[in-house]
């Protein structure tokens, strides 16, 4: 399931349990709007960060450029990669 933040106060809710994958994107940027086509195939709990909307999130996860993905487990971050993915890359990294 594939949510869109909302606000900086809902980013803890939504990532502070089990495993979630964290887009960083912008609405200008090519290859995020490839990347959340990929995405929508892609099971699993997802949240997307429009880094435009909210620059603090990104500078705090140290996101330089887009698209980054960072997974986070139990509220804590994992795991980041950073540009376009494959499906199969982006499965093989949620299931880690």
Not at 4 to 15: A, C, I, M, P, R
Not at 80 to 95: A, P, R, T, Y
Request: proline share 3%; charged share 25%.
């Amino acid at each position: 399931m594939i949510k869109h933040l909302k606000s900086e106060e809902e980013f803890l809710d939504l990532t502070s349990n089990g495993n979630v994958l964290v887009d960083f994107y912008a609405d200008w940027c090519g290859p995020c709007k490839i990347m959340g086509e990929i995405l929508e195939s892609v099971d699993g709990n997802i949240v997307k960060v429009n880094t435009d909307a909210f620059p603090r999130l990104a500078q705090k996860f140290g996101v330089m450029s887009i698209p980054t993905l960072i997974l986070f487990k139990d509220g804590s971050e994992a795991d980041k990669l950073i540009g376009l993915q494959s499906k199969n890359d982006i499965i093989e990294f949620i299931n880690k």
